[in-house]
């Protein structure tokens, strides 16, 4: 694989990858085999032998676990850049989530031996791992204190600052445009809410000058997230 390729881009933005060197980089890359699934197909489901990882190049996957009351919990929504899948391939234990293609999903998948291979092969890839690893473990317990601390509209406005990333400013409007590509229902699951209750906060939201809403996105104030964030937050 030349450097520059789509695939390479790819792995440049993330974050098991980006920090490796240009000839580890390339032969992860040949490792790669690309995939697609349409809406609603499941990839993997808790309790799997984890058999490989995916990489999403386009669309929207949906991990989720299933509680002993039968309730279903989001985890997160995976998206481009993404990886998925790589816990369960790294310690060769079972899946720890469901995951199901919320739209037509194309991604690069990665074998287990090929992924276990090349993280022996190439010592540049143990500190890429250990940070995912640590990068995870402090998303999933910052999910888990802001479920458990904070009122459902700082929940929300943490969860969409997390989704604008570094997204510039529409100029006519001075606000950052977000498609979620997903149900309220999902983002409810995804911020430790009812759908009633979520409706709820992006009224509030709105109502401070937070987002505007239309029928398909949010245009969303950074600046007035951020506050709301910080000034409300405990």
Do not use: W
Request: charged share 25%; net charge neutral; hydrophobic share 45%.
């Amino acid at each position: 694989m030349s450097k520059g390729t789509p695939l390479d881009d790819l792995l440049c933005r993330t974050e098991l990858f980006a920090t490796l060197g240009n000839d580890d980089r390339a032969a992860c890359a040949d490792a790669f085999r690309a995939v697609h699934f349409e809406a609603g197909h499941v990839l993997f489901l808790a309790g799997d032998r984890g058999d490989r990882a995916y990489l999403v190049e386009n669309g929207l996957v949906r991990l989720t676990l299933a509680t002993a009351g039968g309730r279903e919990l989001n985890v997160r929504v995976a998206g481009p850049g993404d990886m998925i899948g790589e816990i369960a391939v790294l310690d060769s234990g079972p899946r720890s989530a469901d995951a199901t293609a919320l739209t037509d999903v194309t991604a690069y998948a990665i074998k287990a031996t090929s992924l276990t291979a090349l993280f022996h092969e190439r010592p540049g890839m143990a500190q890429s791992v250990i940070a995912l690893l640590c990068k995870r473990l402090r998303a999933t317990t910052a999910q888990m204190e802001g479920i458990a601390l904070h009122r459902i509209e700082v929940r929300l406005a943490r969860f969409l600052l997390e989704q604008l990333g570094t997204r510039p400013a529409s100029s006519s409007i001075g606000r950052v445009p977000l498609e979620l590509g997903y149900s309220q229902g999902e983002l409810a699951r995804l911020v430790g809410a009812s759908r009633p209750k979520l409706n709820v906060a992006l009224g509030v939201l709105e109502k401070t000058g937070a987002i505007k809403r239309t029928s398909d996105r949010l245009f969303c104030d950074r600046e007035a997230l951020t506050l709301l964030v910080e000034g409300h937050g405990d």
